[in-house]
């Protein structure tokens, strides 16, 4: 068959498979070693007749370099390729070959003028040791960074559960529960916390006039509005409908009530069009100030409609 070329008149490359580069070059290498030291003792010394092997520290000596060796194929078949898994496994390799030397001792005899058998089974160990360590150093960071990771993807799932479908806001549950870190934190640093609630007033009737979609497009601008209007350490939630919390930390009530005041104005002034003939509708919001005591988050929240509940008749009794 015709080999297929490309448009250079060259063979398609085609990478080296993982399995080879990863795994049998490891393990080739590792084979390798172990055949050239066997090869040095077997030219360097004589084979031990079969009645001076000692049996015991062949089966001690070779069921380490054994179990070694079976750790290094789960390393490899566990772990994708990188400097983490290259350095385990070459430091794993340094104490097999140890071992593996160690054991070939025990069948050949090495002359006493030979120094370099020793080098051999004894100086892998602490160079084995060296990497291996830095390797599990690598690894303990590595599953840091992970667990780091996870971490943030498991929250922003769930706080991403949380967010209101309609605006890009935290809904009632998501409110609930950075009230409740707010008041913990705000009880931790002996500082005030205040709540600020926008509602915005007759908003059935935009609905009823202009359509739900008109309502939700004036959402959507309030949203930004707000949000545009608050500080970078603010917090705003849509607590239900047209009703909206701000989570105003470090906040005594004078500053809050101002906060408050700024946000009624920006929706008042809020020159909003519909989309489409372009009719001008005019809003206005009800604001309530709620200062955090001694007491739950549920309670506060609950505290929250209250405020805003009286001060909404407030506004249609002094009218």
Same mark, same amino acid.
């Given at each position: 068959?015709?080999?297929?070329?490309?448009?250079?008149?060259?063979?398609?490359?085609?990478?080296?498979?993982?399995?080879?580069?990863?795994?049998? %070059?490891? *393990?080739?290498? @590792? !084979?390798?070693?172990?055949?050239?030291? %066997?090869? *040095?003792?077997? @030219? !360097?010394?004589?084979?031990?007749?079969?009645?001076?092997?000692?049996?015991?520290?062949?089966?001690?000596?070779g069921g380490t370099a054994l179990f070694a060796l079976l750790w290094l194929m789960l390393l490899l078949t566990s772990r994708p390729s990188g400097r983490v898994t290259h350095l385990l496994a070459v430091g794993l390799c340094c104490f097999i070959f140890s071992w593996w030397m160690d054991m070939l001792d025990e069948f050949i005899v090495i002359p006493s003028t030979v120094f370099w058998d020793n080098w051999l089974e004894n100086l892998p160990i602490p160079i084995g040791l060296l990497i291996l360590s830095c390797g599990i150093y690598?690894?303990?960071?590595?599953?840091?960074?992970?667990?780091?990771?996870?971490?943030?993807?498991?929250?922003?799932?769930?706080?991403?559960?949380?967010?209101d479908k309609l605006i890009p806001l935290g809904g009632a549950g998501y409110l609930r529960e950075q009230v409740k870190m707010a008041v913990r934190e705000s009880g931790r640093q002996q500082?005030?916390?205040?709540?600020?609630?926008?509602?915005?007033?007759?908003?059935?009737?935009?609905?009823?006039?202009?359509?739900?979609?008109?309502?939700?497009?004036?959402?959507?601008?309030?949203?930004?509005?707000?949000?545009?209007?608050?500080?970078?350490?603010?917090?705003?939630c849509r607590l239900a409908g047209d009703r909206f919390v701000a989570v105003l930390p470090n906040t005594g009530e004078a500053a809050a009530r101002q906060i408050a005041d700024e946000l009624r104005s920006a929706?008042?002034?809020?020159?909003?069009?519909?989309?489409?003939q372009g009719e001008r509708i005019h809003l206005s919001a009800s604001t309530a100030v709620t200062m955090a005591l001694d007491e739950d988050s549920e309670t506060l929240i609950a505290r929250v409609n209250l405020d805003l509940v009286h001060a909404k008749q407030n506004i249609t009794a002094s009218s």
């Open positions: 068959m015709q080999q297929i070329v490309n448009h250079r008149g060259r063979a398609p490359h085609h990478p080296m498979h993982p399995f080879f580069t990863h795994r049998t %070059l490891t *393990l080739a290498g @590792l !084979a390798l070693a172990a055949i050239a030291g %066997l090869y *040095l003792y077997l @030219l !360097a010394g004589d084979v031990k007749p079969w009645a001076e092997i000692d049996w015991m520290d062949v089966f001690a000596e690598q690894w303990h960071r590595e599953e840091l960074a992970i667990r780091l990771q996870m971490t943030k993807r498991e929250r922003v799932f769930r706080e991403h559960r949380l967010f500082q005030p916390l205040a709540l600020v609630a926008i509602d915005i007033d007759d908003f059935h009737q935009i609905n009823r006039h202009h359509g739900p979609q008109e309502g939700d497009n004036v959402l959507q601008s309030v949203t930004q509005l707000l949000l545009l209007n608050l500080r970078g350490q603010d917090l705003l929706v008042a002034s809020l020159a909003y069009k519909t989309t489409g």
